[in-house]
């Protein structure tokens, strides 16, 4: 480890000015504190948020949740709200890490969780998102978990959140206050694509803490749920995942949600899929032509080309699921 100050805060004004300073937030500290054992991240000062009211769940008139930034990725996964209106949301956390984990881990801490790329957690390797401009060991390495969509030269590393995929399914919100006041993030805006500044990785301004994800109304009856496919069956990030919800009303689909995980360098939408959806029929052959779309402009590197096929074949299986049919 390497020295650090710790500091605690009263208030959400009080975290933001001390991270306005400079402080860095810690929420759970179940990704930060393994980072700066590994000295990835080196923060002068450590600004715990852990205390602020930030944990309510609650209704948003006329539809929708607001989840708080502080509220645990366990109790979010047993809300009762949770569950009946966003099983997505549910399933989504409850196929993330362990039950200790999600226990101690927030949901503001998972979507801001950086990349599990091996070589990103080695300080010896070249990485682009950690020392800017040393280059991206993982372009020429073994890059079997690595993404295929969303990539850039300068970067190739999956966003692990299965959380996020639910949520950029569902048009999320992230709201944030900062030293310029409150602002309101679609999801779709909040994690940035490598480009050539990988180490830029959310729409987050200096001192920005969240606050809350609002999942927005959605029409009801609304179907969702996460497939998760993984190497092991507990304790593991995905290869692929699926989040779909989707609405239908008198035996049409009238709105569609689709994301994947495990395959981008964000949170990462099929809009493809999404507009062969809408306006259809719930059918067998559907699901099948809707997945074809699922990998449009894939790049696969030397080693992870299996996952254009498990791509389309896990949103297929997802939208089955979800949407009826063998
Ligand atoms: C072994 C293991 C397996 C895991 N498996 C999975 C998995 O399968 N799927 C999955 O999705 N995740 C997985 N995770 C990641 C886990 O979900 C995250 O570690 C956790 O969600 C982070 O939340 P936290 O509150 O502990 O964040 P912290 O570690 O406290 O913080 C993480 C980052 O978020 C920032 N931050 C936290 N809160 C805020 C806020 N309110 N505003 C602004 N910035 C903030 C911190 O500054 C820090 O940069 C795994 C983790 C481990 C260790
Ligand atoms: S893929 Fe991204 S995170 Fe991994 S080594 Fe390359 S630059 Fe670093």
Not at 120 to 145: H, I, T
Not at 274 to 295: N, T
Request: hydrophobic residues 40%; contains cysteine; glycine residues 10%.
């Amino acid at each position: 480890m390497f020295p650090f100050s710790y500091t605690t805060v009263p208030d959400v004004d009080a975290a933001v000015r001390a991270g306005r300073s400079g402080g860095r937030y810690i929420a759970g500290g179940t990704t930060l504190v393994d980072l700066m054992r590994e000295t990835v991240e080196r923060p002068d000062t450590l600004v715990d948020i852990s205390a602020l009211p930030l944990t309510g769940i609650t209704s948003i008139p006329g539809g929708g949740l607001r989840l708080g930034a502080l509220a645990r990725m366990a109790d979010v996964a047993a809300d009762p709200a949770v569950r009946d209106a966003y099983p997505v949301v549910a399933q989504a956390l409850e196929l993330s890490a362990s039950p200790q984990l999600r226990n101690m881990a927030t949901i503001g801490g998972n979507i801001m969780q950086r990349t599990r790329c091996s070589y990103f957690r080695d300080v010896s390797a070249a990485c682009n998102k950690r020392a800017p401009g040393s280059g991206c060991a993982a372009q020429e390495g073994y890059n079997r978990a690595h993404a295929i969509l969303g990539t850039s030269d300068a970067c190739v590393a999956t966003h692990p959140s299965d959380l996020a995929v639910a949520l950029a399914a569902l048009d999320a919100r992230v709201h944030t206050r900062g030293p310029d006041g409150d602002r309101t993030v679609p999801f779709a805006d909040f994690h940035l694509l490598p480009g050539a500044t990988p180490d830029r990785e959310q729409d987050l301004r200096p001192g920005e803490l969240i606050v809350a994800v609002e999942v927005p109304p959605h029409p009801r009856p609304l179907a969702s749920g996460y497939l998760k496919v993984r190497d092991r069956q507990s304790y593991e990030f995905a290869l692929t995942s699926a989040a779909v919800a989707l609405h239908v009303q008198g035996g049409v689909i009238r709105a569609a949600g689709v994301a994947a995980g495990g395959v981008g360098t964000v949170p990462w939408r099929l809009r493809a899929v999404e507009q062969h959806l809408v306006g259809r029929r719930p059918a067998d052959g559907l699901w099948a032509a809707a997945a074809e779309r699922a990998a449009e402009g894939a790049r696969p590197l030397a080693h992870n080309g299996f996952k254009v096929d498990l791509l389309r074949r896990t949103v297929e299986r997802q939208l089955r699921i979800v949407g009826g049919g063998s």
